[in-house]
């Protein structure tokens, strides 16, 4: 499920951040679903614990993931709306379509994209 690259130029918890972002969004991970403890993943991942725990630490303050002492880690129902975070991305992804419709990539691609056909 999570796989590092240890040529890739970001840091080792983005990385983790990221792939759990990315199971989280694409619904691999559904909502209420447990995360693997910070010991177990470290183990199998062979790092250290603090860098997973920092990787869910960051995820919780995005509202990707919550916390029950005790319990451990499980899927937010509903991220919640960041308005500053949404900005970004807008901003991010209206760059991103600039570019690609100066490559030659039709509306119509885009709008597939973005779907997500």
Known sequence: MIELNYRDSRPIYEQIKDC?????ISGV???????????SLAIKLSINPNT???AYNELENEGYVYSIPGK????CPAVRQD???IVNLKAKLKEIAGELK?????YEELVTLIKGD
Request: charged fraction near 30%; glycine fraction near 6%; charge should be positive.
């Open 72 to 75: 451990g880690s499980f899927v």
């Open 52 to 54: 997973i725990q920092r």
């Open 102 to 106: 100066f490559m030659g990539v039709s």
């Open 83 to 85: 308005e500053e975070k």
């Open 29 to 39: 991970m559904p909502p209420n679903e447990k995360l693997e403890s910070v010991r």
């Open 20 to 24: 759990i972002r990315k199971l989280i």
